[in-house]
């Protein structure tokens, strides 16, 4: 299983970006597509999966109104939409997912029960 994201880039505050993750071979063992994010110099963090297969979707609460998490297509690719960026989201964005993942809700992803990831990209918000 692969993964393979693009997008990213640097903007300036209150701009938008959107990054993509496409999952190889897809199957229905892998439909889970979580989203993490990792600032210098902190520790990874969670803040969005989707299920591919049921479009059952988690994002975090203080994301809520700027950032989306949909899918497209044949269900193998999952989107990050990100609008009025600021500077606190620069970070490197990962997906990832697993075999064993579940996504509700209610559930925030951790990365500890994530196997494949894709490559990162870097997001920079800066004036």
């Known amino acids: 299983v692969q993964l393979v994201q693009s997008g990213g880039g640097s903007v300036q505050p209150g701009e938008s970006l959107r990054l993509s993750c496409v999952v190889s071979r897809f199957t229905s063992n892998y439909d889970v597509i979580a989203w993490f994010r990792q600032a210098l110099g902190k520790e990874r963090e969670g803040i969005a999966c989707i299920n591919l297969r049921y479009g059952r979707i988690h994002l975090a609460e203080s994301l809520k109104g700027r950032f989306t998490i949909y899918r497209y297509g044949d269900k193998n690719t999952s989107y990050l939409q990100m609008i009025a960026l600021k500077p606190e989201d620069t970070a490197v964005y990962y997906c990832?997912?697993?075999?064993?993942?579940?996504?509700?809700?209610?559930?925030?992803?951790?990365?500890?029960?994530?196997?494949?990831w894709g490559q990162g990209t870097q997001v920079t918000v800066s004036a």
């Open positions: 990832a997912t697993d075999q064993w993942a579940t996504c509700l809700s209610t559930f925030t992803p951790h990365e500890s029960e994530f196997e494949y």
